[in-house]
């Protein structure tokens, strides 16, 4: 555990010496960062961001998932905060705000190892990709109504995809490989 946290403390540090991210407040009064310039993927969380960063680095797959919700007009906001159900990470609400769509995810930063919260996360992007595929998907509600036609109960309770399900194990399998690569350099 003191592994994870000094390494997200040195990735905080390191972020935040590169990036200049710009300030902005959401629909629902909430101070973000955004990972770049222009990023439609958010936190105002250090942890997360350094946590979306190594991913960006070290997975194909995320950087595809950042790179196709960052052509939408949405933004996805990602918190520290617990689920439930003992779940890591969590897609937990849409809402609009001046025609746009603000896709909420939660992640609990003390669960797992880096490379395996990196993975959640992806698996949540991937779900907020198949939330914009749908416009008609504004709200809550309408979340729900989807995920009971495209979904499946998963293992804790909640509504799950095969989509979103591999896309987590591809960044884990991606950011494993990239970090034993980049050990042996």
Known sequence: MANTRQKVAAAVVAVGAMLIAPHT??????????????SHVRSDSPAILALIQQATE????FRSLVATIDANDAMVYVQEGRCGHGVRACFY?????????LLWVRVDITKNADWNLMGSIGH???????VLDQPSVINGGAMFC????????????????????DAGQAVREEVRAFNRQTKTE
């Open 93 to 101: 609400n849409v809402t609009s705000s001046a025609g746009h769509r």
């Open 25 to 38: 407040v959401s629909g629902a009064g909430m101070p973000a960062v955004t990972l770049t310039p222009g």
């Open 146 to 165: 989807l995920y009971q036609r495209i979904g499946y109960h998963g293992t804790r309770n909640g509504m799950e995809t095969r989509a979103a399900v």
């Open 124 to 130: 949540e992007l991937r779900h907020t990709l198949e």
């Open 58 to 61: 070290g997975s194909a797959t």
